[in-house]
């Protein structure tokens, strides 16, 4: 007689030592029961970034396969699904073009920044818009000693309008209406260099070039340079996974411990993702 459950029937090979978890074994469009959940929960923290392919799923079961992770956040720039707006849509070709070319890690401008993503590909270029990830605990760990404990006792300053610019997302009268709300409700926020993970213990590099602006205890040239030096560093590839996306395919990641790249390769293609986005906690 067999006992095994939902549970047992996941399957996580890992794409790297480093990052990257390929899963088998669960459709995103039902409901998780509590042992596939926490199975799901611990290969987050043990691989950063899951991948399933193959997934099926309307924008609500999106966002009731993410919103059993925590509670969604709202984006206030980004276009949402009709009816459902916690799921944000990247829709980009020549008239809208890519604008998450850079390393960051998602929402990071707020006092309590995602704890992860569901990022689901609608419709893809015919090669190309492959998205990259970092290891931010692994980056951290491969510093010098002397140098991650001076990196411990920094803060950094994560501004909404480094990667939301008025002159790209306020061109229009509606537009301009929304980019002022929502730069009056996302005003710079301070956050820990060096991030303690809420649930693992493990320390990561919290700082990312599509927000941070500043290191609050060093002078601008010396806040400059760390930040020079540390952007170049997690982008070394020893760190990273990069996927090429299948249609249907979902990535979910651990927003705590990466930052990640979308290539801008496919022009004049369009790409279409959809996303939704669970809330964390404060970082320490
Ligand atoms: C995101 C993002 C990456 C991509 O959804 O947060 O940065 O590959 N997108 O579209
Ligand atoms: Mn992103």
């Known amino acids: ?27 995103l469009a039902r409901p998780l029961d509590a042992a596939s959940r926490a ?29 059993s992770f925590g509670k969604l956040h709202i984006h206030p720039i980004y ?24 390393w960051h890690t998602d929402v990071t401008f707020i006092e309590t920044p995602p704890l992860g993503s569901v990022l689901y590909a609608k419709q893809l270029p015919p090669s190309g818009g492959d998205t990259l990830w970092v290891n931010n605990e692994a980056a951290f760990a491969a510093l010098s000693p002397a140098y991650r404990a001076f990196l411990e006792r920094l803060t950094a300053t994560h501004d909404f309008v480094k990667s939301f610019p008025r002159e790209r997302y306020a061109t229009t009268p509606s537009e301009e209406k929304k980019w002022l709300v929502a730069q009056a409700k996302n005003k710079p926020v301070k956050h820990p260099v060096i991030r303690t993970h809420p649930v693992s213990g493990a320390k990561g590099l919290f700082v990312n070039e599509g927000f941070t602006t500043r290191i609050n205890e060093l002078s601008a ?15 070394k590839p020893d760190f990273q996974i990069r996927y090429r996306w299948k249609l249907n395919a979902v990535a979910m990641w651990d927003n705590r411990a990466t930052q990640h790249y979308a290539v801008a390769d496919y022009l004049p293609h369009r790409r279409v993702m959809h996303r939704a986005t669970i809330l964390g906690d404060r970082p320490f």
């Open 1 to 27: 007689m067999s006992n095994r459950t939902i549970a047992d029937r996941i399957k996580i090979d890992a794409l790297s030592p480093v990052i990257g978890g390929l899963v088998e074994g669960v459709d």
């Open 79 to 102: 276009p949402q699904v009709e009816d459902v707006p916690e799921i944000l849509i990247l829709d980009t070709h020549v008239d809208n073009l890519p604008d998450n070319d850079t």
């Open 39 to 67: 199975r799901l929960g611990q290969a987050l923290l043990d691989h950063k970034v899951l991948f399933f392919e193959d997934q099926t799923i309307t924008p609500q079961q999106q966002r009731n396969f993410a919103a």
């Open 221 to 235: 040239a010396e806040s400059r340079s760390v930040l020079d030096l540390l952007f170049a560093h997690i982008a």
